[in-house]
């Protein structure tokens, strides 16, 4: 699927503010894109700078599963993500547990607890 191709790209670059153009608006509302660019930029995850590799996509209705490794650490098995077919293309879904690292009121807390909870390289 190329849209989820285009995302990973973006997201494995570094690009992190077009990257945020591929969330859902649900997501958007969830981690404004200034909020999203620095949280990222400031608590970089341990998967930072790698690539993905996209192995299935199963369509449901309007929703596609992508099923994707990332080839250096293969060996830990694949993850899911989800997308949706809106009015303006697809959309990623960040994930209940990626969505919940937004919720503690501002950056400094949601970094705070994304350390604490081993999201950020180096923590």
Do not use: N
């Amino acid at each position: 699927m190329a849209a989820a191709q285009q995302y990973f790209a973006l997201y494995s670059a570094g690009q992190w503010d077009a990257a945020w153009q591929w969330l859902s608006a649900a997501d958007k509302k969830i981690a404004p894109e200034k909020l999203y660019d620095a949280m990222h930029t400031q608590c970089l995850g341990a998967t930072a700078g790698m690539a993905y590799d996209i192995k299935d996509v199963t369509m449901a209705g309007k929703t596609a599963v992508i099923t994707y490794t990332i080839p250096v650490l293969a060996s830990l098995g694949s993850a899911t993500t989800a997308m949706t077919w809106t009015r303006s293309g697809w959309k990623a879904d960040m994930g209940a547990s990626t969505e919940a690292l937004y919720s503690h009121g501002s950056l400094k807390a949601d970094e705070a607890a994304a350390k604490a909870a081993g999201y950020c390289s180096g923590s």
